[in-house]
């Protein structure tokens, strides 16, 4: 297989709270896209203290889509498409400050979405997106509204654009040639779901199904109070159990959850808030958790809540196992 990185020349630019689409008129494997994304922003002579989150709001939503395709990326908060790229990139997706009190300015984000194993190998081809024979590829971005990003702060302007990753068959290549000795190829399913926390639960008794249909790898989750910001306390404890009452994966505290995450993936600091379990530890399976002809509760994740009025935004990253095309290009 060959490489190939593209710009895509047309940009998303901004609505308020309206969905914009980049078309997507690409072949071939995605294995990453590079998101960026500049804002241009108005500060008040008084605003309010921001955080690191407050630029990401500008995004409602992020999706990777096509009209004929389950949606491979799908982000139902900006800060969510952040926190999962700073997890996977050893901290390395960006962000600027805002301007401050009485003053305008370009404020620039960026990050990427890699689905496969090996962040920043954009050859990797653990989980790819194939295009062959997909109808009105998009990305869109749902913009939020104007002052979504924070009191005393209006977004004036904004733009987003994308830098696509794939690979292409070679000709006299077929995809068996390229995946061997894989009979399938994993395709990415980005599933969101988001929790709202309706009480103080202890001993683990916030229980929500993990979901079916496809094979689930892990699941990212952030944590928000009642205020909607990052919070270490609105949940306590979290483990992963079976129908049949086994616990393989237990944190008795969700901080040393956050600061395990710190450790495992190299990261400068431990974010409040957020979390990643991996399925795969569980069963020691790539793919993760085999939910495709599992039933609702087979799964689950089993919280303890310090606090109500918060929500917990998780991203569970599914995949799609795809027959191999035998058919030789050329």
């Given at each position: 297989?060959?490489p190939?990185?593209?710009?895509?020349?047309?940009?998303?630019?901004?609505?308020?709270?309206?969905?914009?689409?980049?078309?997507?008129?690409?072949?071939?494997?995605?294995?990453?896209?590079?998101?960026?994304?500049?804002?241009?922003?108005t500060?008040?002579?008084?605003?309010?203290?921001?955080?690191?989150?407050d630029?990401?709001?500008?995004?409602?939503?992020?999706?990777?889509?096509?009209?004929?395709?389950?949606d491979?990326?799908?982000?139902?908060?900006?800060?969510?498409?952040?926190?999962?790229?700073?997890?996977?990139?050893?901290?390395?997706?960006?962000?600027?400050?805002?301007p401050?009190?009485?003053s305008?300015?370009?404020?620039?984000?960026?990050?990427?979405?890699?689905?496969?194993?090996?962040f920043?190998?954009?050859?990797?081809?653990?989980?790819?997106?194939?295009?062959?024979?997909?109808?009105?590829?998009?990305?869109?971005?749902?913009?939020?509204?104007?002052?979504?990003?924070?009191?005393?702060?209006?977004?004036?302007?904004?733009s987003?654009?994308?830098?696509?990753?794939?690979?292409?068959?070679?000709?006299?290549?077929s995809?068996?040639?390229?995946?061997a000795?894989?009979?399938?190829?994993?395709?990415?399913?980005?599933?969101?779901?988001?929790?709202?926390?309706?009480?103080?639960?202890?001993?683990?008794?916030?229980?929500?199904?993990?979901?079916?249909?496809?094979?689930?790898?892990?699941?990212?989750?952030?944590?928000?109070?009642?205020?909607?910001?990052?919070?270490?306390?609105?949940?306590?404890?979290?483990?992963?159990?079976?129908?049949?009452?086994?616990?393989?994966?237990?944190?008795?505290?969700?901080?040393?959850l956050?600061?395990?995450?710190?450790?495992?993936?190299y990261?400068?600091?431990?974010?409040?808030?957020?979390?990643?379990?991996?399925?795969?530890?569980?069963?020691?399976?790539d793919?993760?958790?085999?939910?495709t002809?599992?039933?609702?509760?087979?799964?689950k994740?089993?919280?303890?809540?310090?606090?109500?009025?918060?929500?917990?935004?998780?991203?569970?990253?599914?995949?799609?196992?795809?027959?191999?095309?035998?058919?030789?290009?050329?």
């Amino acid at each position: 297989m060959l490489p190939r990185v593209t710009p895509i020349v047309e940009t998303a630019d901004w609505a308020a709270s309206k969905t914009k689409s980049i078309n997507v008129r690409l072949t071939g494997y995605v294995t990453q896209i590079d998101v960026a994304v500049d804002l241009s922003v108005t500060a008040a002579t008084s605003t309010a203290t921001t955080t690191t989150d407050d630029p990401y709001k500008a995004m409602s939503a992020l999706k990777f889509t096509a009209s004929n395709a389950h949606d491979w990326i799908s982000f139902t908060d900006g800060r969510q498409a952040y926190w999962l790229s700073y997890i996977k990139s050893q901290g390395n997706a960006t962000v600027g400050s805002l301007p401050s009190a009485g003053s305008s300015g370009t404020v620039t984000l960026q990050f990427s979405v890699h689905p496969g194993n090996y962040f920043g190998k954009t050859d990797d081809l653990t989980r790819v997106i194939p295009l062959a024979g997909k109808t009105n590829v998009q990305f869109q971005v749902t913009w939020g509204a104007a002052s979504a990003i924070g009191t005393g702060y209006t977004i004036t302007d904004a733009s987003l654009s994308i830098v696509v990753h794939r690979m292409i068959l070679k000709e006299g290549e077929s995809e068996a040639d390229a995946f061997a000795p894989a009979k399938y190829m994993l395709v990415p399913r980005y599933i969101p779901v988001t929790y709202s926390i309706d009480g103080t639960y202890s001993n683990y008794t916030f229980i929500k199904n993990i979901p079916t249909g496809a094979y689930i790898r892990d699941v990212f989750l952030m944590v928000v109070d009642s205020s909607d910001v990052r919070s270490n306390s609105d949940v306590t404890k979290i483990q992963v159990s079976d129908n049949k009452g086994n616990t393989p994966v237990k944190w008795d505290s969700w901080t040393k959850l956050v600061n395990f995450i710190r450790s495992r993936f190299y990261l400068p600091s431990a974010p409040a808030g957020i979390g990643l379990l991996q399925f795969r530890d569980i069963e020691g399976k790539d793919y993760g958790l085999d939910m495709t002809a599992a039933s609702e509760g087979d799964w689950k994740l089993e919280m303890s809540t310090g606090a109500s009025g918060g929500k917990i935004y998780c991203i569970y990253e599914g995949a799609d196992m795809v027959n191999i095309n035998p058919t030789v290009v050329g």
